[in-house]
């Protein structure tokens, strides 16, 4: 990524923000890998992971999540409004940084997932109670129209 602070342009408090805030996430995500080395396939692979092992907390993960969906929100919001090119430009760098930050988090939490049959079965429970939300949402709004 660019280094925007020795660029010369002076960015808006919000961008300085934006950039603090991923890189913090960024520092967090990949630092799990060193705090957790059951999630680095490497270790895991080489035989170098030691059971029985920890796992990162329900709350750490969730809490984590919805760091990363709150700064994805807070961004698009910012630049959709905004109208500098310039700042466009740095927009789609930030949101490509984001974006690499949210998938590394996506790879640690499927791993996890994998590791931990419970936490497994709750995230089903979860989807499968949002799904029926969902469907019958659906079916109301489907009702309405007729």
């Not at 396939?41 to 990162?56: A, H, I």
């Not at 930030?94 to 996890?112: C, G, K, N, P």
């Not at 590791?115 to 079965?121: C, G, K, Q, S, T």
């Not at 109670?129 to 709004?141: G, I, K, M």
């Amino acid at each position: 990524m660019t280094n925007y602070a020795s660029s010369g342009t002076e960015y808006p408090g919000s961008v300085r923000k934006f950039v603090t805030k991923i890189h913090r996430l960024s520092e967090i995500v990949y630092h799990m890998y060193h705090d957790f080395p059951v999630l680095n396939r490497v270790q895991c692979e080489m035989g170098l992971v030691l059971f029985p092992f920890n796992l990162p907390s329900r709350n750490f993960m969730q809490s984590l999540d919805e760091d990363l969906s709150e700064v994805s929100n807070e961004m698009e919001m910012f630049f959709s409004q905004s109208s500098h090119a310039e700042h466009r430009k740095l927009g789609d760098d930030l949101v490509q940084r984001l974006e690499s930050v949210e998938f590394a988090f996506e790879d640690i939490h499927t791993r996890v997932l994998k590791l931990d049959p419970v936490r497994l079965n709750e995230t089903l429970v979860e989807l499968g109670e949002a799904e029926d939300c969902f469907n019958t949402v659906l079916e109301s709004l489907l009702l309405n129209e007729d």
